[in-house]
């Protein structure tokens, strides 16, 4: 396991899956934060080779696409984390493909329901080559002001208001990523904000522990306390109380253990995460507070009172001359998608094409103003439908009965083959295949058609 930093402002990335939104998140981000280099250097989509096109602030960029881990790191030697958005049936392969590059220092599962025996090998295979493993089941990490991890933290507007765009003095970790998110602002409230925020996963196995980040923090000058929020199930949080026990950390930790009201139930409960289920009684949240709280660390009475806790740590430490408060500093904006613009109103677009015959801009096509679901409820036919795409109306039955039945005795049927003969002849006379096949008698019988119709209707 690492013991320093495991991210900075030049840190770059492969994406494995390509999903554009979180990609284009994470692009975003660097914009925000001042990058001049983006943190998606590529992209793997297995058995895909090429480019894709985002943005990177206001200016498209093509991120090269790759078709195997091995071909993308070799591509991108300075490229030393592998962010992981496979299902969970292909995760712990590709994981371990990327565990096994030289070049790639981190990898984060974002997949829940990983089997147990495959993160175990990866878990081993990680910490004998002392590399890193976030998750799986988890949305990622954060440095703030420098580097972020897919989906992590959310929206842009989200960003902006828990100050992630530039770091703080606060080292985060957690299990539950949504939980995550929360604590990114409750901090930001009462804090100058996170210098680095992980979450470590909800499954049974995490690749890479509490105190494995919390021992992490410790040891970077730049983080001056840290804020973990553990939860009932499994005894992950006591490996922490051992860390404390034995002087391994020095700064404040002030921790919550999530679940308290576990013990309101009757049975066992199993909550959102595979982990977070209440067994035995060492494994309750409380009997995880009360083991932090003797080992040191400042555990509130409730998880209302933890935002209390947060800031009578951090003010203690200002107070002390540990923490200088950093300089509030003004974000770039973030140009908005046209598409987004467009959805809220904000901006609006001449159309690039008109038509009259169908419309495609609703929740189901329309055909001459009639919705789909109609035509399938009213039983419309081939004739019915011609009739409302050529003529824009619907015709007469006998109209669009005639219609069906020319196109019955046009259509090639046993040794009617007169459009194939057409074909043959004319494909014999030299032309080129498609002028070939559009010469067959048919053709210019059904395009005859409107002419028919409106000769049947006088």
Not at 211 to 239: A, C, I, T, W
Not at 320 to 340: F, N, Q, R, V, Y
Not at 375 to 400: A, H, M, N, Q
Request: aromatic residues 8%; neutral net charge.
């Amino acid at each position: 396991m690492a013991t320093g930093q495991l991210f900075s402002r030049t840190t770059q990335a492969l994406f494995y899956n390509y999903k554009q939104l979180p990609i284009q998140r994470m692009l975003d981000f660097d914009f925000l934060c001042g990058r001049e280099t983006p943190s998606v250097a590529g992209i793997i989509n297995p058995g895909s080779e090429g480019f894709q096109k985002l943005f990177f602030g206001q200016e498209e960029i093509a991120i090269p696409v790759h078709a195997t881990v091995e071909a993308a790191c070799a591509a991108h030697p300075t490229a030393d984390v592998f962010i992981n958005f496979a299902s969970f049936r292909s995760a712990a392969a590709s994981s371990m493909a990327a565990l096994k590059q030289p070049t790639i220092r981190v990898v984060a599962i974002i997949a829940e329901g990983v089997p147990e025996s495959d993160t175990k090998q990866l878990i081993a295979y990680a910490r004998s080559n002392n590399k890193v493993v976030i998750g799986p089941a988890t949305v990622g990490g954060i440095q703030a002001g420098a580097f972020k991890i897919g989906d992590t933290a959310g929206t842009i507007d989200n960003i902006i208001q828990c100050k992630l765009y530039r770091p703080g003095s606060v080292g985060f970790v957690s299990k539950s990523g949504g939980m995550s998110n929360e604590l990114y602002n409750t901090i930001a409230r009462v804090t100058d904000g996170i210098y680095e925020g992980i979450a470590i996963g909800g499954d049974v196995f995490p690749g890479s522990t509490l105190s494995d980040h919390v021992l992490r923090f410790n040891n970077m000058p730049q983080v001056k306390m840290m804020v973990v929020l553990g939860e009932l199930g499994g005894r992950d949080e006591y490996s922490l109380v051992e860390a404390l026990k034995q002087g391994k950390v020095s700064k404040p930790v002030v921790a919550w253990v999530s679940g308290t009201c576990a013990r309101l139930f009757k049975s066992e409960v199993q909550f959102g995460h595979a982990g977070a289920k209440s067994g035995g009684e060492l494994e309750s949240a409380q009997a995880k507070n009360q083991a932090l709280r003797d080992a040191g660390a400042v555990v509130p009475t409730s998880y209302e009172a933890f935002e209390v806790s947060i800031k009578e740590t951090f003010d203690k430490l200002v107070e002390d001359g540990k923490i200088t408060p950093i300089k509030e500093i003004t974000p770039p904006p973030i140009p908005e998608d046209l598409s987004t613009a467009i959805k809220s109103g904000k901006v609006r677009a001449p159309t690039h094409i008109i038509s009259t015959i169908s419309d495609d801009r609703g929740e189901e096509p329309c055909y001459a103003g009639v919705p789909m679901s109609s035509i399938i409820e009213k039983g419309y036919g081939v004739g019915d439908v011609i009739s409302l795409l050529w003529f824009k109306r619907s015709l007469p039955r006998y109209c669009t009965q005639f219609i069906e039945i020319c196109i019955m005795l046009c259509a090639d049927h046993g040794p009617c083959v007169s459009g194939a003969h057409n074909t043959i002849v004319t494909a014999r006379a030299g032309k080129d295949l498609v002028s070939s096949l559009v010469s067959g008698k048919y053709m210019p019988l059904i395009c005859q058609l409107p002419v028919w119709v409106l000769y049947l209707m006088g």
